[in-house]
């Protein structure tokens, strides 16, 4: 891919993308061939495509290429090393990455085993990728979305299908770590079969409908948008993820409300979403604090998840580490804790609790450093002039309410792309990307077209 040029400007009709010129600091380490991208798209399809990966993968005794994408995240830890601290020397960079070695260590310390440790690491290396799109317009990267964008179609069809048809992906078996696991789970919801099309489960599914649908409708026209929403609600209706289906409705009334104002408003007023959209941070509190010890099934069986989060996944972990580890109220409990590595390999399994909520799972793992973290992610995001990273933090914000996001990992490398401008230095408006126009919807054609 391109590096991108330092001084252009793209048109396309009703809509301008002026781009400044880029600081030496964010752009020190692979201008030309973008390690990221590569990564992200590696990532993206082998989440989405999980359950026939797996599948065709063993059968061709090929499965180390399983790993591909674990050993590119390794290579933008690096990248991040080189880019925003040997060269960058941004002090928010290195302070995380001393805060994340430091999480591990009290992972280990926490967890009991090295193989948690090393299961904590794979976890948290997805993050790198995202945080390497720091200065750097998510639109200019042609190839990746160009790439991205036939994921939602094989999505959609892949759930259609498996409605139809027993895939034969679904229940197969296959070795790993010692263990044995399966490419894809049937998964049931009532009477109702919860289809994973061609990922590993239902979630992921629905998750590659929404994801994948909020990249692509930046750069689509409002006909296509509306066109290909119902499509997509319907495919996720299929899954029977609740969190996905409702968290499409709400993007797609916020992307038709932004299309519809007049366009000096339009850019404005998608700022604002993903600066209010961080209010979601404080749902969980909110619902605690509403409906803490109540019986919500009482009112609908449908509310039985809600419930169990309020209950007991959002309050249980605090409970636990009061006995497990007191110090991680003050310093957190450390990578891999409350979230998959310590259901897989820890001492600690009985006190293991599926958290489903972003924030909360990141905060038991780091304490309350990550509050800090996620006030300079704020004033960065609202400094930022990135339609897609705009755009990625309203629909991630949303999206984490309920679900922990990191495993798989494509949702927590979105949510670090969100997060990456907080390592970008300040020098007036220099090194960083800009688009001074109106978000959501430029002509097509300059996506696939121009030379990347």
């Not at 359950?51 to 061709?60: F, I, S």
């Not at 289809?195 to 750069?219: E, H, N, W």
């Not at 001492?347 to 293991?352: E, G, H, I, Q, R």
């Not at 958290?355 to 780091?366: C, I, K, P, S």
């Amino acid at each position: 891919m391109a590096a991108h040029p330092s001084s252009s400007t793209l048109v396309a009709p009703g809509f301008r993308f002026a781009e400044p010129p880029i600081d030496d600091g964010a752009q020190a380490s692979g201008s030309t061939f973008n390690l990221e991208a590569i990564a992200l798209v590696l990532y993206f399809y082998r989440d989405a495509l999980a359950g026939a990966l797996r599948y065709y993968l063993a059968v061709a005794k090929i499965d180390p290429i399983w790993f591909l994408p674990d050993i590119f995240a390794m290579v933008c830890i690096l990248a991040f090393i080189q880019r925003y601290i040997l060269v960058g020397r941004s002090l928010v960079a290195i302070l995380t990455l001393f805060y994340i070695a430091f999480a591990l260590y009290l992972g280990y310390v926490f967890l009991g085993y090295f193989t948690g440790m090393i299961s904590s690491f794979k976890m948290i290396a997805p993050v790198f990728v995202g945080f390497c799109f720091c200065g750097r317009n998510f639109g200019e990267y042609r190839r990746l979305l160009a790439w991205i964008h036939p994921l939602f179609y094989l999505t959609i069809f892949g759930i259609f299908l498996s409605s139809r048809i027993q895939l034969p992906w679904v229940g197969f078996a296959y070795e790993t770590f010692g263990g044995t696991r399966q490419a894809s789970r049937l998964w049931w919801a009532a009477s109702e079969t919860r289809l994973a099309g061609l990922a590993a489960d239902s979630t992921m599914a629905a998750f590659f409908v929404f994801i994948t649908y909020v990249v692509t409708s930046v750069r689509r026209s409002l006909l296509w948008c509306l066109l290909w929403a119902p499509v997509g609600l319907y495919a996720i209706k299929l899954t029977t993820s609740k969190t996905s289906l409702g968290v499409m409705v709400i993007y797609v009334v916020c992307l038709v409300i932004v299309r519809l104002l007049p366009e000096r408003e339009k850019f404005p007023m998608l700022r604002r979403m993903a600066l209010l959209s961080f209010l979601s941070i404080l749902v969980p509190a909110l619902l605690m604090a509403l409906f803490s010890g109540s019986s919500l099934v009482s009112i609908s069986r449908s509310l039985y998840s809600l419930q169990d989060r309020v209950n007991n996944s959002w309050q249980l972990p605090f409970v636990y580490m009061a006995d497990l580890m007191p110090v991680g109220f003050f310093f957190g409990c450390g990578l891999g804790c409350f979230n998959y590595p310590q259901l897989l390999f820890s001492n600690k399994l009985s006190y293991y609790v599926p958290v489903d909520n972003f924030y909360l799972g990141t905060y038991l793992m780091f304490g309350p450093i990550f509050v800090v973290f996620v006030i300079l992610v704020i004033l960065a995001v609202a400094r930022t002039r990135d339609i897609y990273k705009l755009s990625f933090a309203v629909a991630m914000n949303l999206f984490t309410i309920t679900v922990l996001a990191y495993g798989p990992a494509s949702g927590l490398i979105m949510l670090s792309v969100v997060f990456s401008e907080v390592f970008a230095r300040e020098k007036g408006r220099a090194g960083r990307i800009a688009s001074s126009a109106a978000p959501l919807a430029p002509d097509v054609d300059d996506l696939v077209s121009r030379p990347a």
